[in-house]
């Protein structure tokens, strides 16, 4: 069972920048892949951006050039984000895929980005 826990949404002006944390109970290598997903009002979940135990990324066209996801090589995966714009105001989900093709998520962080 894989518990991930977020840190560092919060209120942001257009144009400035956030780093979202998101610390897993497993480590890295235990773990195919991570992400970050968000969820704004009336929309549905939305893939941002993914990352492989291979360190390949993939990012939704909306915000590439923009954020820019990573790792450590423990537990840690962050999500940079820059150049923020008021549409990418959501919640933030956390996103773990075990080894056997399980799906875990965070509770989410609420991004708030005024224009």
């Known amino acids: 069972q894989v518990q991930l826990v977020e840190s560092g949404g919060g209120l942001v002006q257009a144009g400035g920048s956030l780093r979202l944390s998101c610390t897993s109970s497993?480590?890295?290598?235990?773990?195919?892949?991570m992400g970050w997903y968000r969820q704004a009002p009336g929309k549905q979940r939305e893939l941002v951006a993914s990352?492989?135990?291979?360190?390949?990324t993939n990012y939704a066209d909306s915000v590439k050039g923009r954020f820019t996801i990573s790792r450590d090589n423990v537990k840690t995966v962050y999500l940079q984000m820059n150049s923020l714009k008021p549409e990418d105001t959501a919640v933030y989900y956390c996103?773990?895929?075990?080894?056997?093709?399980?799906?875990?998520w965070g509770q989410g962080t609420q991004v708030t980005v005024s224009s």
């Open positions: 497993e480590m890295i290598f235990n773990i195919n892949a």
């Open positions: 990352i492989t135990s291979g360190i390949r």
């Open positions: 996103n773990a895929v075990d080894r056997l093709w399980k799906n875990y």
